[in-house]
């Protein structure tokens, strides 16, 4: 998975967040620093789409936006992949959302785990969705697909991000009604400040079809009544299915808008959904 350079970050929490590659899967005798925590409550949102959290490492920082490798010891090797915190930097719990992968080795245990149950945690998180990832503008559009929603929860449950923005525009693209995570929650903050635009590509919804074409095409910023996307005003956020990423990022640098890289902080900026192996 090809990411954008990801720079050193000094936080408000005081933690620092570098790039680093996250390991899929790790020896039983790997130095890589985890915790063991243990899992306080779990929620099922659809067959496939669950969420749960667990209790946090009393050292651990991280900042908004940002990703930590979780693992389940098995007998023969620990198995590790990254997710999106959902739950904000001044929450006493972590919370994830997850996606069960067919055969997946670790989502398909997660999808069977049970509260109190063990689950290890990474010492360090890092991540290109922070709101130091963007420099502060009018509108902040966040496109999330499947599970790429998750750190888009954490930043806009925080007052940071409308600190920094007149509004906060997250825009969900799932394949039905039920992948929507944390719709109740999302519709109960919106007003002028937050709007959500929750869409589905697969059955009957009030919006139908991908975020991404609506916002190329125009429609979003219509059925909102707000002005066009601008890179001189606006930034943007990508976090969903390589497909969707690329083509956003193609698009955005074929207007003009500079992705943020080791050049700069820039007008947009590119996470991966970590759990997502199909396309809304």
Request: charged share 25%; aromatic share 8%.
């Amino acid at each position: 998975m090809r990411r954008a350079y990801k720079p050193v970050i000094l936080t408000n929490s005081g933690c620092e967040s570098t790039s680093r590659e996250t390991p899929q899967e790790e020896s039983p005798g790997s130095t890589v620093p985890y915790t063991e925590q243990r899992i306080t409550s779990f929620r099922r949102w659809s067959e496939k789409t669950f969420s749960f959290k667990t209790t946090r490492p009393p050292a651990f920082c991280f900042e908004n936006g940002e990703f930590v490798t979780l693992g389940l010891r098995t007998e023969r090797k620990l198995i590790a992949r990254a997710y999106s915190i959902v739950s904000t930097r001044d929450a006493d719990h972590l919370e994830f959302l997850s996606i069960r992968v067919p055969n997946g080795p670790l989502s398909t245990r997660l999808a069977a785990i049970r509260q109190g149950e063990p689950i290890l945690v990474n010492s360090k998180a890092t991540g290109s969705l922070t709101l130091g990832h963007v420099r502060p503008g009018r509108n902040l559009y966040m496109l999330a697909t499947g599970t790429g929603l998750a750190p888009f929860v954490a930043l806009i449950r925080h007052p940071s991000a409308y600190e920094r923005f007149e509004r906060v525009i997250l825009v969900h693209t799932v394949r039905t009604a039920g992948d929507l995570a944390y719709r109740d929650e999302i519709e109960a903050r919106s007003g002028d400040r937050l709007r959500y635009v929750p869409t589905v590509t697969r059955e009957p919804f009030p919006t139908p079809g991908r975020g991404a074409d609506l916002f190329r095409s125009g429609e979003l910023f219509a059925s909102l009544r707000l002005p066009a996307a601008d890179a001189a005003h606006d930034r943007v956020m990508l976090c969903g299915n390589p497909h969707m990423n690329r083509e956003m990022r193609e698009y955005l640098e074929g207007e003009g808008w500079t992705m943020t890289s080791h050049r700069g902080i820039g007008d947009f900026t590119v996470e991966q959904a970590f759990v997502l192996h199909t396309s809304p």
